[in-house]
């Protein structure tokens, strides 16, 4: 999240859809992942909600699992992961392995 509180909101060298196509379809095509990446028809259900105002690294020395603050939703697979800001306990991920 780092990449978007920098670049997007603070300094302002990103606009918004570059950075996301940056961490979703261009890594996804990159690595050969032609079921995600893209909010189309037959493709993986993948989706963050975040408030960009709001993104802010919670993780500290003393505590570096913190969730990132200003994330409310999250679906992988489909499947929530992150809802209000908390996590389900749900896991529907998998492994990619590297081809």
């Known amino acids: 999240m780092h990449y978007l509180t920098r670049h997007v909101r603070e300094a302002g060298t990103l606009p918004l859809e570059e950075a996301i196509r940056k961490m979703t379809s261009m890594p996804a095509r990159h690595f050969g992942l032609s079921d995600r990446g893209e909010l189309a028809p037959g493709m993986a259900a993948d989706l963050v909600v975040l408030d960009l105002?709001?993104?802010?690294?919670g993780s500290t020395v003393d505590q570096p699992l913190a969730y990132v603050e200003g994330v409310d939703e999250v679906?992988?697979?489909?499947?929530?992961?992150?809802?209000?800001?908390?996590?389900?306990?749900?896991?529907?991920?998998?492994?990619?392995?590297?081809?």
């Open 53 to 57: 105002e709001r993104l802010a690294d």
């Open 75 to 99: 679906l992988v697979n489909g499947v929530s992961v992150v809802e209000a800001g908390e996590h389900t306990g749900a896991r529907p991920g998998r492994h990619l392995a590297r081809a």
